[in-house]
């Protein structure tokens, strides 16, 4: 049985080839930096990312595909100096937790982590110093006692032990705390 020849196309331009929208041609996957405007007015930049494009070698049609869409977000998103799509899914992974189930925890809506999570929004730098701070196990377990609620007998986790006294609020302290006025001169 005769082999096809398939030497004389690299690997990476067979793999992904798609139609041409315009004319149906097969076109080529081609490695190259692409620059893009992101923002507006005076805050517009120029970014430059490298990045696979789709050309239709028959009238020059260029399209970007999965893989370059989520390269641009991540330029964008080191361009801000947030954290990009892969490591917010990587920060709940690491906890194991399932969307629904990190929500519960965070108090982040759990359309709003899809929506990060999958390149449709990104977080403001507010949410994005807490996600990072939701990385440190001890936060989370933080977190996950104050949402058991005040009776749950979760243990306290191995860093935090005996390193906080519980306060005790007394009746008669929340008395003394009632009488208490911000007197502003
Ligand atoms: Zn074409």
Not at 88 to 99: D, K, L, T, V
Not at 150 to 168: K, N
Not at 176 to 182: A, I, N, S, V, Y
Request: aromatic content about 6%; proline content about 6%; hydrophobic content about 35%.
């Amino acid at each position: 049985m005769p082999s096809r020849a398939t030497a004389a196309t690299p690997p990476d331009d067979r793999q992904d080839t798609v139609p041409c929208f315009d004319c149906d041609a097969d076109t080529r996957r081609i490695w190259g930096g692409h620059t893009f405007t992101y923002g507006l007015g005076a805050a517009a930049v120029e970014l430059t990312v490298d990045l696979p494009i789709h050309v239709c070698p028959s009238c020059g049609f260029e399209c970007l595909d999965d893989e370059a869409e989520t390269l641009k977000h991540e330029a964008v998103c080191t361009h801000l100096g947030v954290l990009s799509p892969n490591e917010i899914r990587g920060i709940r992974g690491m906890h194991g937790m399932s969307r629904a189930a990190f929500s519960k925890v965070t108090g982040l809506g759990e359309a709003t982590l899809n929506r990060w999570e999958n390149r449709i929004l990104i977080q403001s730098a507010a949410n994005d110093r807490y996600l990072r701070l939701l990385a440190a196990p001890d936060n989370l377990h933080r977190l996950k006692r104050l949402e058991a609620g005040p009776t749950a007998s979760l243990p306290p986790s191995e860093t935090d032990a005996g390193r906080f006294r519980v306060i005790d609020v007394s009746e008669k302290h929340r008395r003394q705390q009632t009488g208490f006025r911000l007197v502003v001169a």
